[in-house]
């Protein structure tokens, strides 16, 4: 249904541990059975620390990019007992000095990052054929860290794995789902991963190499580009009809914080949402946000800035934040809910996903993106932003900073460049040929 006006289960025992990220705390999984570490899968309720990282040659060069969210589950002893700590990769852990983007056959590619009291997790690239991988994944973890691990002086633990990771050369490597990898008192658990070593431009690439995980799919598809009409669908594994409604007007949007304003957006919001309707059936309801009745709040701190949205009864929430490391803003989260129509076996819809890195651009700029953006809040609520351009944290005068264009813009541009270039380069061609001929044949007649 296209609207242009204006959890099953139960969940597991949880132990809730004396220690947060970014200053929550969440609960966590109660270890496994035979005492494993039970694998920790960060969840759509957890804050989750997405972080991103570069590694950079000595003449300033990119050659890897990373952004991840990582979960760590780790046994170890404490007085003689047997325990368990659960931690993320906090969004503060710094890119190490032994990073490299590797020298020839000499060495390869290694990104490690440090955080807290002397724990760094290292991955070293290596490359075979039209690919590359992650050869080795290292964990070193300091036992003697009471901030994790409570009445432990064990000292430094090393552990090492070969990662499940693997993308062709000119792409990135794309996996939302949760990939574990099990080492000796240790798991640790990678999700929402885009990453690329090798780089070339200094950027990650258009092309993408997805896990195998996230194309096993049974779930309904949003599209990206929805149709005019609305069908109905009889199964959960077939497509949702496609809907096309017109794209959503550009409104302007800010939230004031202690210091002024601390974020601005111009922005067109369409939310598209599917669902089960009562005959068991599939539909699609796409939204767009009105700007004059569309009402915005938020809130923001030296590392956090929200934006509420709110239009009739859908409301989206924005949730940045600040990457110190790199010293950029980035787009961490988004919280939809909203009534869908009476048609809908569940009439009341809510998604949320806390571990994003979109919209990305450094602080003091403004990121801006003339294209369509699809934010993938779950695989049945999607959020497009049309004609995009923020800016979080450091803002002069109510007014943008320098712009960063999105990847998919600087592309756009560059087409015409390129045919542009290759139809001067013919017409040169044709001008030379023809000189040449023209001198050929003067050179056929003698002076008498």
């Known amino acids: ?12 025992d949880c132990l809730e541990v004396a220690g947060a990220v970014g200053g929550h705390r969440f609960p966590l999984p109660a270890p496994g059975p035979c005492g494993a570490p039970e694998p920790l899968t960060p969840a759509g309720g957890f804050l989750q620390a997405s972080s991103s990282f570069e590694v950079k040659d000595p003449s300033g060069k990119v050659c890897i990019i990373a952004d991840m969210t990582v979960a760590f589950s780790v046994e170890y002893k404490s007085n003689g007992q047997k325990e368990f700590a659960h931690f993320f990769l906090p969004q503060n852990a710094t890119v190490g000095p032994q990073s490299s983007c590797g020298k020839d056959n000499t060495s390869h590619p290694l990104l490690a990052l440090d955080f807290g009291a002397g724990h760094s997790l290292s991955l070293n690239f290596s490359e075979h054929g039209d690919k590359y991988q992650v050869e080795e994944l290292v964990f070193h973890y300091n036992l003697s860290d009471a901030t994790l691990f409570h009445n432990s002086t064990a000292g430094v633990k090393k552990v090492s794995h070969t990662a499940a990771i ?30 690329e070593a090798y780089l ?13 995980e996230d194309m096993v799919s049974t779930t309904a598809v949003v599209p990206t580009t929805p149709k005019q009409t609305t069908s109905q669908v009889p199964t959960t594994t077939s497509p949702v009809p496609t809907v096309s409604p017109s794209n959503p007007a550009v409104g302007k949007y800010n939230v004031t914080g202690p210091n002024g304003t601390c974020v601005l957006a111009y922005m067109g919001l369409q939310l598209n949402i599917t669902y089960l309707k009562k005959d068991e059936k599939m539909g699609l309801d796409v939204l767009n946000f009105i700007p004059h009745n569309t009402t915005s709040s938020g809130r923001c701190d030296n590392t956090s800035a929200f934006l509420n949205l709110t239009f009739e009864k859908t409301r989206v929430i924005f949730r940045f934040a600040l990457n110190a490391s790199t010293e950029k803003f980035f787009l961490q989260g988004v919280n939809v809910s909203t009534t869908l129509p009476s048609e809908a076996k569940v009439p009341r819809f809510e998604a949320s996903n806390n571990s994003m890195s979109e919209l990305r651009a450094t602080v003091g700029n403004s990121y801006k993106c003339s294209a369509e953006e699809n934010l993938q809040v779950t695989d049945k609520a999607l959020v497009n932003v049309f004609n995009v351009q923020i800016q979080v944290f450091k803002i002069d005068g109510d007014k943008f900073g320098a712009v960063e264009e999105c990847q998919l813009d600087e592309n756009n541009m560059l087409i015409p460049i390129i045919v542009g270039a290759a139809l001067a380069g013919l017409v040169l061609i044709v001008l030379i040929a023809y000189l040449i001929g023209r001198k050929r044949s003067h050179a056929g007649y003698q002076t008498i």
Do not use: D, H, W
Not at 166 to 195: D, E, P, W
Not at 200 to 212: L, P, V
């Open 166 to 195: 693997q993308a062709y050369m000119g792409t990135k490597y794309r996996c939302i789902s949760s990939k574990q990898v099990n080492m000796k008192n240790v798991n640790v658990t990678f999700s929402n991963v885009t990453l």
């Open 200 to 212: 070339t431009n200094g950027t990650f690439s258009m092309n993408k190499t997805e896990c195998a």
């Open 1 to 12: 249904m296209v609207r242009p006006r204006g959890s099953p289960g139960t969940a597991p």
